[in-house]
């Protein structure tokens, strides 16, 4: 299978260990992925992911602004087959159609559901039980094209973004090595996916990232789990952004407290109402401080000015 020519189009850290299963194991002529970016205060123009693990391969590195305007530098390698993961753009018509072995992509969820740049957050955020990767031939519509093979992991309470994001790429890579020879071999059965069960997982938002107390304490506990590590989920505290990067459910219950009200203390935490109880956020980032266990701001800090004090 080393004579056939693939290439990869990814971008972010999720598409790692799909990327690097497949160069070590097919003939991978190019990768494409987003331009470098500046990142940071300093604004360092810095290297997709993906790119930096190029290296490693001595492979030849694709960055088009606009893929849709820039394919047929692609074209040059003469594809015969492209796989994408978390690429970060739509593939326009005149690629999809250019393989014999057509364009396929490594999606983190279970199809249809999720469909979208972010459906690992929004498997967490919105509560869904299970989620898993998809392999699907491509369309020119978004994740829309037929399933061909996928596996599913279940969603504890205990997940992070982080912790899921890293079980699923594991997962894509494994799967990904599975298939691809029963697509080249033809031995599949590709699924139309069922329109009337799509729901989607779209990039998330800055409005995404700030919780409402007046939701749940599962739907908080959800939307802090769903954004940890990165980029946090946040509220404000006396006027100064606080983001929440963990929590842990209470059965306390307050009939006529304003969501969102600190209500009293733990040892390791502040007790917040929410629209049903309460919960007990346990580690935080003040703006302008860095990520610490709340025990340790606690000890910092007048705990009588804190109290009755309503996170916004």
């Not at 409005?207 to 939701?215: A, G, L, N, R, S």
Request: charged share 30%; glycine share 6%.
């Amino acid at each position: 299978m080393k004579d056939i020519k693939i290439v990869f189009m990814g971008t972010p850290d999720f598409a790692v260990p799909i990327f690097k299963t497949l160069a070590e194991n097919y003939n991978v002529v190019a990768v494409v992925t987003q331009p470098d970016k500046r990142v940071g205060r300093k604004q360092i123009l810095t290297p997709s992911p993906v790119k930096e693990a190029s290296a490693l391969y001595n492979i030849p590195v694709l960055q088009p602004v606009k893929i849709r305007n820039e394919y047929e530098e692609v074209l040059k390698y003469e594809p015969d087959m492209i796989v994408t993961c978390a690429y970060g753009q739509i593939l326009p018509k005149e690629l999809l159609d250019y393989p014999k072995y057509k364009c396929i992509n490594v999606h983190a969820s279970l199809l249809p559901k999720l469909r979208g740049g972010a459906p690992i957050h929004h498997a967490i955020m919105d509560g869904y039980e299970k989620t898993g990767i998809t392999i699907m031939y491509m369309d020119v519509k978004m994740d829309a094209g037929d399933i061909i093979s996928r596996v599913e992991t279940a969603i504890t309470k205990e997940d992070t973004l982080g912790s899921l994001h890293d079980r699923l790429s594991e997962m894509g890579k494994d799967l990904l090595l599975e298939t691809l020879p029963n697509i080249i071999s033809g031995n599949i059965n590709p699924i139309k996916q069922d329109e009337a069960e799509v729901t989607y997982g779209y990039n998330i938002t800055k409005e995404d990232e700030k919780i409402d107390f007046t939701k749940t304490s599962t739907e908080v506990d959800n939307k802090v789990r769903a954004l940890n590590p990165t980029p946090g989920a946040y509220t404000t505290l006396n006027d100064k952004r606080m983001k929440v990067y963990d929590v842990r459910l209470s059965d306390r219950y307050y009939a006529k407290t304003e969501p969102g009200t600190i209500v009293g203390f733990e040892k390791d935490g502040i007790r917040v109402v929410t629209g049903d109880k309460e919960i007990i956020l346990t580690d935080i980032a003040l703006e302008g401080k860095k990520r610490c266990l709340v025990k340790d701001f606690l000890n910092g800090v007048d705990k009588k000015e804190l109290l009755g004090v309503v996170l916004k």
